[in-house]
């Protein structure tokens, strides 16, 4: 049985409703009870405590809604958009093909799970015929568990013939007047300047989604994807026992994903759930679901398709003969 999220029925609408302007509000404070949080529940985030941003529909046929500010609820302070039909801010974070935190993902298919993979190691997100994405986590060992903290520092994406990196920089104090994205398209590095940035370059778009740590990368019929820099903050680091020092608040990426194109045997840890015909194993009624099989996904750089679940075909790939030998 899936699961759907209700959000799902009107995602498309949601998007259109994506580009949602954002602003801080000064002087609120919200303060929040974390110990009634346990290690594992989403993380609430407030970036800059009392400074949760503001969105907005911005839709004119949603005319009771149209142009009201509201501000992110305490849970997402810094990362949400204005759904105009229900008229209430939502955490960018609990849509399908969502992305965040340590790292928790919501499939495709609605049901949420985490996957930690290991630090410093690469896994396949996404594998497909014509698209391919690789996560790099990095993290902090945890000496009371088998596992490590991890966090996704950036993703290399495998397009047509096209290499795009995007990550967060190593930080040791955050600062949200300061640029942490960057961006490598094809081996080059771009540079990011000014508030209204934007880079097009054939098929691929890449926008600002808020004026410093947010962007949106988008290629024609394939996909759009969201990409905010975020910080590990001292509070979240007390609760979770993250342990994160003054040298390093592990700048790492809140994604969400939106496919137009993909093949029914797509695969990687997200990629799996948008399949038609895929049976999520994870057991939803777990406190914490997880998904398993590791080396199924890990894959040796952060371009590389060598995971066993890969199934990119480059256009420029070698023909390899029976006998292994390469022409
Ligand atoms: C577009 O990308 C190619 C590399 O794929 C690069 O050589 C070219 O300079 C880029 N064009 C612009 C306008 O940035
Ligand atoms: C926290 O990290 C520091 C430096 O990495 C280490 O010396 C210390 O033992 C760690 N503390 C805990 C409780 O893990």
Not at 169 to 185: A, L, N
Not at 232 to 243: F, K, L, Q
Not at 278 to 290: F, G, L, T
Request: hydrophobic share 35%; glycine share 6%; charged share 20%.
């Amino acid at each position: 049985m899936k699961m759907m999220s209700s959000l799902q029925l009107w995602l498309p609408l949601l998007l259109i409703i994506s580009l949602t302007f954002e602003s801080p509000v000064a002087g609120q404070q919200h303060s929040m009870d974390m110990s009634a949080h346990s290690n594992w529940e989403p993380t609430p985030k407030p970036l800059i405590p009392g400074l949760p941003k503001r969105v907005r529909c911005l839709l004119p046929f949603f005319p009771p809604c149209f142009n009201l500010w509201h501000s992110c609820p305490v849970d997402c302070s810094n990362n949400c958009f204005m759904d105009c039909v229900s008229c209430k801010p939502v955490c960018s974070c609990n849509m399908p093909g969502a992305v965040c935190q340590d790292p928790r993902f919501v499939g495709g298919d609605g049901v949420t799970f985490y996957f930690h993979g290991r630090k410093d190691q690469d896994f396949c997100l996404v594998s497909d015929t014509n698209l391919h994405i690789n996560g790099h986590f990095i993290g902090k060992r945890n000496p009371k568990l088998t596992r490590d903290f991890t966090w996704v520092q950036s993703i290399g994406i495998l397009f047509d013939d096209h290499k795009l990196l995007v990550g967060a920089k190593r930080t040791s104090t955050w600062d949200d007047s300061e640029e942490h994205v960057f961006i490598f398209f094809d081996n080059t590095p771009l540079s990011i300047e000014g508030k209204n940035w934007i880079y097009r370059n054939s098929s691929l778009q890449i926008s600002r989604t808020s004026p410093t740590n947010g962007i949106a990368i988008e290629v024609e019929n394939s996909f759009r994807i969201t990409a905010t820099v975020v910080p590990i903050s001292a509070e979240e680091s007390r609760v979770h026992g993250y342990n994160i020092t003054d040298d390093d608040c592990f700048a790492h990426l809140d994604l969400g994903f939106r496919f137009f194109n993909l093949g029914d045997e797509v695969d990687g840890v997200l990629g799996q759930t948008y399949r038609r015909n895929y049976e999520s194993k994870i057991k939803v009624s777990a406190n914490m679901p997880v998904m398993g099989d590791k080396p199924k996904y890990l894959t040796s750089d952060i371009f590389a398709t060598d995971c066993p679940v890969s199934r990119f075909v480059s256009r420029n790939a070698i023909p390899v003969l029976d006998s292994g030998e390469r022409f």
